[in-house]
């Protein structure tokens, strides 16, 4: 395919005498992994693989479904097939494969099936609901279960925290207002202000008695249960006028925001809460802006033998920009047509015009791009990041003022520590995480090492490695390592990211690798490499530090590892041998390779994401940057 493969692969040998994957071996692989690679990519220029999830989104778009009147039987036929295919043994599902079971999520797919006409008595539900009883039914569920339940009369809104529409007026200077929360729980709590003064009560078609166990959780004493107590009090007499504004403002809000695509944020929670929202308001589901909604969720539905289920999100640009890097490791000429054509596609995503993230920081231009096809409102900084590093390594006419309006907008998106947040700048405030409604997923928006070492490499890549804003979050990266010499992941599972991530960007930035803090990472990631060569950390590490460096070997974590000690010069160490030997081995026929297994991170701790990409853009890159090490 290129120069340096073919020389690679015309070498004689392909191992040493110790068994070692010589750069012949690696560069077949590499071959194989490119090719395939590039034969995915869209005739318009974007890669995208499925984003899979959990069956709670499955089971909440029969549910919202229900709840606007138009869930049909052919649809609930389908959910119902893909929902029972991912049962396990024991009658449970989990939130990643092979993770353990979670009684909310299954709860909801219990009552999807119940949905879908499937008898209660039938070994699968019997199954299912001796795991949920012996767990404490419905009242030991998350909020947001219950609140899925209030809408069809099977949980009461009185025993549920309250957020009163009038948040909507908070000035942006006041504790808990909407842009206090991060991105994704903001455009969500919005609508759910709005579903939760009304307090729906629709038809379901059956009761889901069987899951209760009549025991309460008693209350946590406290500050924020006695503001939820009082927030109650209120509810039940709010001021009718300013309760009104608060609801016609709220719909304003959430109508503004919009997308071309018909969804909120590019993701599912905003997404069925503002469309719930709205019914509620009187919109109908002939209205244009509920009907762009529902169509546009429709174009989020994957189906296939196992049946129909619903992507969380898409991640185009992401899946692009990562695809672009990886050819370029695989020594893809910089003019090469995908990766041209690639680029058109991306510079067209570019996003030129204000967000949310204008609030706090007003006298920044536009110019960074979001992780979905339309998320116009909600830019962030990772993906801009990976854009420009791409970008900066493609042969295209019109990338130059795009890159220099992208790093400038990285510039001013810096929080006040030199870190960076995803999404927003100085999205810190940690009072939101306190209230009993937030008892599922990250509500704020934080600096991350992950994120921060992305934009650490792309500066360097661009020749801004001397600015301040570089050598500032080069100065939190090295602030942020942990004890043990690895770096916490935020959007991806988890040390092993966010090490992968944090060492190249250091070195590219001038650390010398011989510096004793990339030695340590270096001997954390020999110290938890699997016996098979490989690498993984299993999501449980999360909550559960005993998992952290600790998992089944996956083929995007181990070249995450090898990502890290390849940029620290170990490309003839053992710890990289194996793990390239791992990759090697490991490859399917058709040039990818099998990971069930999640490996990408939604909310640590409750929500997961398995990219199908990674499994393949990732190995590509390490393997090309072995094979031209060894060069």
Known sequence: MTDVIDKAVSASGSSDSSGSPGASEAAATLKAAADHLLGLQNAAGWWKGELETNVTMDAEDLLLRQFLGIRTAEETAEAAAWIRSQQRADGTWANFFDGPADLSTTIEAYAALRMAGDPQDAAHMAAARTFILESGGIEASRVFTRIWLALFGEWPWSDLPVMPPELIYLPKWFPLNVYDWACWARQTVVPLTIVNALRPVRELGFDLSELRTGRRTPAKRGFFTTLDRALHVYERRPLRSVRDAALRRSAEWIIARQEADGSWGGIQPPWVYSLMALNLLGYGVDHPVMRKGIEGLNGFIIRDERGRRLEACQSPVWDTVLAMTALRDADLPEDHPALVKAADWVLGEEITNPGDWSVRRPKVAPGGWAFEFDNDGY????????????????????????????????????????GYGAFDADNTRTLALKLPFCDFGAVIDPPTADVTAHTLEAYAALGRGGSTASRRALDWLVREQESDGSWFGRWGANHVYGTGAVVPALVAAGVDPEDEMIRRAVRWLEEHQNDDGGWGEDLRSYRDKRWVGRGVSTASQTAWALLALLAAGEERGMAVEAGVRFLTRTQRADGTWDEDHFTGTGFPGDFYLNYHLYRLVFPISALGRYVKALS
């Open 379 to 418: 830019p962030d900084t990772d993906d801009t990041a990976e854009v420009l590093l791409a970008l900066n390594r493609v042969a295209h006419p019109d990338a130059a003022p795009a890159i220099r309006r992208g790093v400038e907008w990285l510039e001013g998106m810096a929080c006040k520590d030199g």
